[in-house]
């Protein structure tokens, strides 16, 4: 399981390129620095995730569920689990799982960080303090649809769905995150 020190190591090295994503980054330690069990889905004030926002090859397409509880085309992603060793590590995880395409690549830092409040499947209102990466898929990947979405398609980076401003805005952050980042599997 993400060990709180080490998702704090995690963001301590990220030099978010805004000012409203390093005050976030901030709250995000000064939590994890009191919280012990931030990593852990049980954590009921609200917990880490890690989510990933899965580009085609080209870096013009991203790859998107159809959420099943929340009825929205989102990103890839979720909670920490067990065998992860970084929130890094979950978000490749989470993004291979979701979209059954192997050879997946990640940037070495976050890109964006958002909060918000989500009934979790422990069915107690809390908040996702997500953290997400930018991912990049190999030439010819092909997506399969896994039990944890209703569907997958590729989007065109300026033809996003409406419906979900944190999307936007993460699309956004990805978009000037390749051209500054590592991007590499773990």
Do not use: K
Request: proline residues 6%; charged residues 20%.
């Amino acid at each position: 399981m993400v060990a709180a020190a080490t998702a704090a190591a995690e963001l301590a090295a990220w030099t978010p390129d805004r000012p409203a994503q390093d005050a976030l980054r901030h709250a995000l330690l000064a939590f994890l620095d009191a919280r012990p069990d931030a990593c852990l889905r049980s954590c009921a004030p609200g917990h880490l995730t890690a989510s990933a926002l899965v580009l085609d090859a080209a870096g013009e397409r991203t790859l998107l569920t159809l959420h099943p509880r929340a009825g929205l085309w989102l990103q890839l992603g979720g909670h920490c689990e067990p065998g992860d060793a970084s929130l890094r590590a979950a978000a490749l995880r989470e993004a291979t799982e979701e979209s059954g395409i192997d050879g997946l690549s990640i940037s070495e830092h976050p890109v964006h960080i958002d909060v918000h409040p989500i009934t979790c499947s422990l069915g107690v209102p809390t908040r996702h303090l997500d953290v997400q990466y930018l991912v990049r898929a190999p030439a010819g990947a092909v997506e399969r649809i896994s039990d944890e979405s209703d569907d997958l398609r590729w989007w065109r980076l300026d033809g996003l769905p409406l419906g979900d401003a944190a999307l936007i805005e993460l699309a956004a952050a990805a978009a000037f995150g390749a051209q500054r980042q590592n991007i590499s599997s773990p």
